[in-house]
């Protein structure tokens, strides 16, 4: 039988520790502290505080003498004597009562050196901290009286150490309550006083000049901008090796200095867009597509981490760019006012996000990167919405596959519906740059119907034998192998992902003319309209054509919208609603009626719209165009082309041309004895049918020979002799080639050139024919004279010039 074991009694820690410690006293191994715990620090201060002189008032007496009592001769005696001394940094202020003890007196009036031997024989181990207070209480004394100086730690610099000192000035306050402290109404005094309520004030004697602060700035700013470019080379130079350059770089993007963080953060933003633009692939990266548990090469784990740093890399610099230009959004009742400097970083980050969707339309977060922009194009700085209308407008001009321009004209729709009226011009006429010219919404309805017929054919095919469907299901693999390697498919896919886009911006359009909006707005969309009524569906042709008609009907359209809705109707008109039972003489009124107002000041810029409207309507719908109505338009047109710009001029004496050249009708205002027709030409008239165009003839030909223009000459010479094929006159080759629309183009001179230059015009050599009068006629001779004899007032009444006097 085993013994049951004893309990062992339990210590508690304090006892064991202290059981070690005595025993370790009474082998005289206990080492002594040489400085006092925290705790014995908080007693000896709330010694310090709570020591009391007695006051003739009775209740604090009591309480005095209680503490005295507890307190033995030996430490109030050292206390007296520590505070004379102000050899502790707590006693140095208080201030003991006038004894009548002489000793004590003679203690208190100690010059420096006795204070200084008793301090060292009161404590040889606090030597170098008595040295450093006597030092401090030396400066306070020699400093201004209400003000103390605290030694900081000193600086060690290039230059040397340097040595740092703060001036502590007393508040006023707390001086009062001293000055009160130190009489009492009976002359003695207290020893209770406030201990540590200053207010620290920096000393100003040491200045820092604005230079100083600048080549600081400039310091860090150097050392900033090496470090961005080393790790962005590095970066170009061997991406595989540096990808964790990438946090380096974002983690500038988090500058904190107030004094070089805006522009550390600009530096890192153009250079991130740099480098992303030569890193980024042109494909997607599906960082999600790894399997757990399978084994790579080697050098594709690497690469695979590489894309993973990469990714993770883009997203996070995405992420503090959309931060940056977040602040230019927003919302309404938004009151507050931005700097100058958030404004700018704003606008860099969206240069910088529009430069990346540019660059790499189909790489990660593309999608996201077009939703965040759209708002902005509404933005109400007129920068930014430039820069992102350019984005757009390259990525819909260059866009080969449709994905990314479906994506945003989709949340450009979104956006229009939620906003209505209120949006700016430049998110509707940036649709003006998509191509969709070829795309043909009739052809969709065709294959819905081919696949209704397709649909009814598989149910009859489900009927056949199984040896007839095994043979058709390997004929049907066999022809789509066919179209993968003819590219078929891709094209049938891109084909209805354009067709969705017109979907899209026609019902954008239509919303908006059901709403009628401002003019600005309603005139980007007939402007588009006009660029795409070719892809309109038929059935909505003639309700079109009937809300343009009742919009002019009203009145309140512009010049230019006008023009627009005539652009509209007649682009129509000449497409697929050819056909159709339309009629178009009103619009041929409201184009006649609208050229008048087109001149070289403010609406010389509608003259382009004009050329590209006459030539649908003169050249493109010539058939349908009478002789009275076509010799109108020409004669008008030759009227107007004295009142334009010199491109201007040329496209309407291109146009002339054109028409001259297919139709021999217009010959006749080249003839000047033309006496054909009944009645006079009435310009001012706005009916093109009934003006009388053939009774006149174009003496406009005449002023533009005499053009400023080289080639406007020309080009008047050329008509004026009626278009000659051959022979004198005929225009150079180079210019003849151009149609009126790109004559318009080619010779504008708004970037403040002439194409060609304009030569200085040379001095007139007109001879001076002196004629004698007298042999004439003898009279008129002696009439100025009999002029020159009245008086003031009788030259001022009427003279007959109209009498026989030759």
Aim: proline share 2%.
């Amino acid at each position: 039988m085993h013994k049951p074991k004893s309990k062992q009694l339990k210590i508690s820690k304090i006892k064991r520790n202290n059981q070690k410690r005595n025993k370790l006293s009474k082998q005289g191994k206990l080492k002594e502290r040489r400085h006092g715990s925290k705790s014995t620090q908080s007693v000896k201060k709330h010694i310090v505080e709570k020591v009391e002189v007695p006051i003739e008032n009775e209740e604090s007496s009591d309480q005095g003498e209680d503490l005295l009592e507890m307190v033995e001769k030996d430490d109030l005696k050292f206390l007296h004597s520590a505070i004379s001394s102000r050899s502790y940094h707590l006693l140095r202020k208080i201030r003991l009562p006038e004894e009548s003890n002489g000793e004590e007196e003679c203690r208190s009036r100690r010059s420096k050196k006795q204070k200084r031997k008793l301090r060292n024989d009161n404590d040889d181990d606090n030597g170098i901290e008595n040295v450093y207070e006597e030092r401090i209480l030396n400066a306070n004394e020699k400093n201004e009286e209400g003000k103390k100086i605290r030694i900081l730690l000193p600086v060690k610099t290039k230059e040397g150490v340097i040595k740092n000192r703060i001036v502590e000035e007393i508040r006023d306050d707390l001086k009062i309550q001293m000055d009160s402290n130190t009489e009492s109404s009976d002359g003695e005094r207290e020893e209770e006083f406030e201990i540590g309520s200053v207010d620290n004030v920096v000393d100003t004697k040491d200045k820092v000049t604005t230079v100083e602060l600048l080549a600081c700035r400039d310091e860090i700013l150097k050392s900033r901008k090496l470090k961005i470019g080393i790790l962005s080379s590095s970066l170009l130079e061997n991406p595989h090796a540096k990808a964790h350059n990438f946090k380096v770089l974002l983690d500038f993007l988090d500058e904190t200095n107030p004094e070089v963080c805006i522009t550390v953060k600009k530096l890192t933003i153009v250079s991130l867009v740099e480098v992303f633009r030569d890193l980024l692939p042109a494909y997607y990266i599906n960082t999600e597509a790894r399997e757990d548990g399978v084994r790579y090469k080697k050098e594709t784990l690497e690469l695979r981490n590489y894309e993973e740093i990469l990714v993770r890399s883009y997203k996070n610099y995405l992420q503090k760019l959309e931060k940056m230009a977040g602040i230019l959004r927003r919302k309404r009742g938004d009151t507050r006012v931005l700097d100058n400097f958030q404004v700018e970083l704003g606008q860099l980050a969206v240069t910088s996000l529009c430069q990346l969707l540019t660059a790499h339309p189909y790489f990660n977060y593309s999608i996201n990167i077009a939703n965040f922009l759209v708002p902005l194009l509404d933005n109400r700085y007129e920068k930014v919405r430039e820069i992102i209308f350019q984005c757009f407008s390259q990525i819909f001009t260059d866009d080969k596959r449709g994905e990314i321009s479906l994506a945003i004209v989709r949340k450009l729709n979104h956006y229009i519906k939620q906003h209505e009226q209120t949006v700016n011009c430049e998110i509707i006429s940036v649709l003006l740059s998509l191509r969709i010219k070829d795309v043909n919404l009739d052809q969709e309805r065709r294959e819905e119907t081919r696949q209704k017929k397709l649909a009814n054919h598989k149910q009859r095919v489900l009927a056949l034998s199984k040896r007839e469907r095994k043979k058709n299901k390997k004929l049907a693999e066999i022809e789509k192998e066919m179209l993968e390697t003819q590219a078929t498919e891709n094209k049938m896919k891109k084909d209805k992902i354009l067709t969705e886009i017109t979907s899209i911006v026609f019902t954008i359009y239509f919303r908006i003319l059901k709403r009628t909006p401002n003019k600005k707005i309603l005139s980007v969309c007939l402007e588009g309209l006009a660029k795409f009524a070719a892809c309109i569906n038929l059935e909505f042709y003639q309700d079109l054509v009937n809300v343009i008609n009742s919009l002019m009907k009203d009145s309140n359209l512009g010049q230019r919208e006008q023009l627009h809705c005539i652009q509209t109707v007649f682009t129509i008109l000449s497409g697929q609603a050819s056909t159709l039972s339309i009629d178009s003489y009103v619009f041929y009124i409201h184009l006649y009626k609208q050229l008048f107002n087109i001149h070289a000041g403010k609406t010389h810029d509608d003259c382009y719209i004009a050329i590209n409207i006459l030539l649908q309507v003169l050249i493109n719908r010539r058939k349908n165009v009478s002789q009275n109505r076509l010799i109108a338009f020409v004669k008008r047109i030759m009227t107007i082309a004295l009142q334009m710009q010199h491109h201007g001029t040329l496209g309407l004496l291109g146009l002339i041309k054109s028409i001259m050249q297919l139709d021999k009708n217009p010959h006749l205002l080249l003839d000047t004895d033309n006496t054909s027709g009944d009645g006079f030409y009435q310009a001012e008239l706005d009916e093109p049918e009934y003006c009388n165009a053939h009774r006149s003839a174009l003496w406009e030909l005449t002023a533009l020979q005499r053009h400023y223009h080289s080639i406007v000459q020309k080009m008047s010479r050329y008509i004026a002799c009626r278009v000659p094929a051959t022979g004198e006159g005929i225009l150079p080759m180079e210019i003849s080639k151009l149609c009126p629309s790109e004559l318009y183009e080619t010779y504008d001179s708004s970037g403040v050139t002439f194409k060609p230059a304009v030569q200085v015009p040379k001095k007139s050599s007109v001879l001076k024919i002196i004629r004698n009068w007298q042999c004439h006629n003898g009279e008129f001779e002696d009439y100025i004279k009999l002029i020159k004899s009245r008086s003031a007032s009788t030259a001022r009444e009427f003279i007959d010039f109209s009498a026989e006097i030759f």
